[in-house]
């Protein structure tokens, strides 16, 4: 149940830029090393936007899968199930490159001229 910390985190990103207009849509994006779960973001969100300019808002979940650098050759590749190999120089391991952040992307309020 981690996913409360950044939902209260990413509620707080979306009303200090609505400007107090309601909110319509909100796209996150979260990295698969974060292991946050989209579902339960949302049922905190419903918890936590309720009497905010949020509370209608639309979530929308974009999902970053992990990757990791090689530390020996600085390869980049998808840390996917079968193995942590560097697919370059056989190298074990590496450091994550990508997929580590969950971050708010989009924030669409009423009255603004996005579609
Ligand atoms: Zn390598």
Known sequence: MHELGIT?????????HSGGARVRKVQVTVGEWTGYVGDSIELFWQE???GTVAEAAKL???FEPATLRC????????ANGSGLECPQCGALGGEPAGGQECTVDLIEVEG???T
């Open 48 to 50: 936590l936007s309720r």
């Open 8 to 16: 209260e985190a990413i509620l707080d990103i979306v009303l200090r």
């Open 112 to 114: 603004g001229d996005s």
């Open 71 to 78: 530390r020996a050759c600085g390869t980049v590749f998808g």
């Open 60 to 62: 929308e979940f974009r």
